[in-house]
């Protein structure tokens, strides 16, 4: 009987089934492979994050350069003109408009605002073209309030990412700098960082002096 056993065994095969195989070739139970699914941009594969980011910056390009097809002339301030630009509160558009129901009802007060308001009759204050101005900045604010969403997701992802690989590596910074003096190939590869880092704190020391300076003006 045992000699026809081992005869179907030679014939068919072992009956184990390849799991038991499997772990009885590696002397254990063979580890699982991570499946490859993804749920959010946060564990996408870099390759899929690459080619989305390609395909969503050309969206986004498509739809800038039509924005400034609608609004021709759209202007781009420096950052010091933009420190320095003004800021309307909440409800202030309305007050602005009957400052001029004044100004139209005793234009006469108002004469010598007439090369103030950056318009083309040189002898009056143009309170309609004004009151145009406010409305525009009222519609440019709501525009911007309509694409605050997005652009605001993707500036707090952005900030929310540093915060998962900036920590770590300045850690790893100061290792790589403490022992960059003791070793040459760490010196050779750190040497632009501690540079670039250096050059980063004598900017952020010369802005704070410049602020406690104006403080104290």
């Not at 989305?52 to 010091?80: M, N, Q």
């Not at 003109?81 to 006469?108: C, F, T």
């Not at 910074?173 to 190939?185: E, L, N, V, W």
Request: aromatic content about 6%.
């Amino acid at each position: 009987m045992i000699h026809a056993a081992a005869c179907y065994l030679r014939q068919h095969g072992s009956t184990r089934h390849p799991s038991t195989t499997a772990r009885s070739l590696h002397g254990g139970v063979m580890p699982r492979t991570k499946p490859s699914i993804w749920t959010t941009w946060e564990d996408m594969p870099i390759e899929e994050f690459r080619a989305r980011h390609r395909k969503a910056k050309e969206k986004v390009s498509l739809f800038v350069a039509e924005i400034d097809e609608i609004f021709p002339g759209l202007v781009t301030l420096t950052a010091e003109q933009r420190k320095v630009a003004p800021r309307l509160r909440d409800g202030e558009h309305p007050m602005l408009l009957k400052i001029l129901d004044v100004a139209e009802k005793k234009p006469a007060l108002f004469e010598s605002l007439a090369d103030e308001d950056d318009g083309m009759n040189p002898g009056e204050l143009e309170t309609q073209l004004l009151r145009d101005r406010i409305e525009k900045h009222s519609l440019f604010l709501e525009l911007g309030e309509t694409l605050e969403p997005l652009s605001g997701k993707v500036s707090d992802t952005t900030l929310y990412l540093a915060t998962k690989f900036r920590e770590v590596l300045s850690a790893a910074y100061r290792i790589a700098k403490a022992h960059a003096a003791m070793d040459k190939t760490v010196n050779g590869l750190i040497a632009p960082v501690i540079d670039f880092m250096r050059k980063g704190a004598v900017a952020a020391a010369a802005t704070r002096a410049a602020k406690r300076a104006q403080q104290e003006g």
